[in-house]
């Protein structure tokens, strides 16, 4: 099985920077997302890592550390409509293709 | 159509009341799932299929049925409603699921069981 950690809720300025930390404990890995879901509607794909290190999109980086089963994405130079939920999910190695999603980060970006 | 499409997108039942939720894909994904989403909980997996024909369960698929009978298809079936299901539903799909590829989501269906 899988345990996925993430904070509940996060607060920051317009234009700042937020990261938003993800742990997991997994009986296998075979790679992570991040999905952004504004209140209503429905996920979206921001990112997917399965090695070591950096992706960066534009304003949105995620990273992944699979020895100490930690990611995050860092979302930059924050925008008002960047105020959503932001979910971390993993895929097992004995899943095909199933995630298992953590419970989700509301960030909340204020003027 | 291009996407997922969900049908209904809200609905009021009466519990011991069937139901089935519909989902539609014109991708030509491989793979498809059921999750729901309750609050501080996250989506939880409830029914997945790897290609048409074939089915397997989630995390959550008691009180649940699914049927892949093509590729586009993957409607959810409740055979009597609970009040616990409860539910905002969301049906997604993906091109290979043992794969990289994302998984795409539908607009979901809000679920109130009385």
């Known amino acids: 099985g899988q345990n996925i950690d993430q904070p509940t809720e996060m607060t920051a300025t317009e234009g700042a920077i937020v990261q938003i930390n993800c742990t997991y404990q997994?009986?296998?890995?075979?790679?992570l997302f991040w999905y952004q879901q504004h209140a209503g509607e429905a996920p979206t794909f921001l990112s997917y890592n399965v090695l070591d290190g950096l992706e960066e999109k534009g304003r949105f980086s995620s990273f992944l550390s699979r020895s100490k089963g930690y990611s995050y994405l860092l979302l930059k130079e924050l925008q008002m409509k960047d105020s959503a939920s932001y979910l971390c999910?993993?895929?097992?190695?004995?899943?095909?293709?199933?995630?298992?999603f953590g419970a989700g980060t509301q960030v909340v970006v204020t003027p | 159509i291009a996407g997922i499409t969900q049908a209904p997108t809200s609905q009021i039942l009466a519990a011991g009341r069937r139901m089935t939720l519909r989902c539609t894909q014109d991708m030509r994904h491989n793979a498809m799932y059921w999750y729901r989403q309750d609050l501080g909980l996250g989506l939880r997996l409830i029914h997945y299929?790897?290609?048409?024909?074939?089915?397997g369960k989630g995390e959550v698929p008691d009180g649940y049925s699914v049927s892949r009978a093509n590729t586009d298809d993957f409607p959810l079936t409740l055979a009597s409603a609970v009040p616990s299901q409860t539910s905002v539903y969301f049906c997604?799909?993906?091109?290979?699921?043992?794969?990289?590829?994302?998984?795409?989501f539908g607009p979901g269906t809000r679920l109130t069981v009385l």
């Open positions: 997604a799909s993906s091109d290979r699921g043992g794969q990289g590829n994302e998984q795409f």
């Open positions: 999910a993993v895929r097992g190695v004995d899943s095909w293709g199933k995630l298992q």
């Open positions: 299929s790897n290609t048409a024909g074939t089915t």
């Open positions: 997994t009986s296998g890995f075979n790679g």
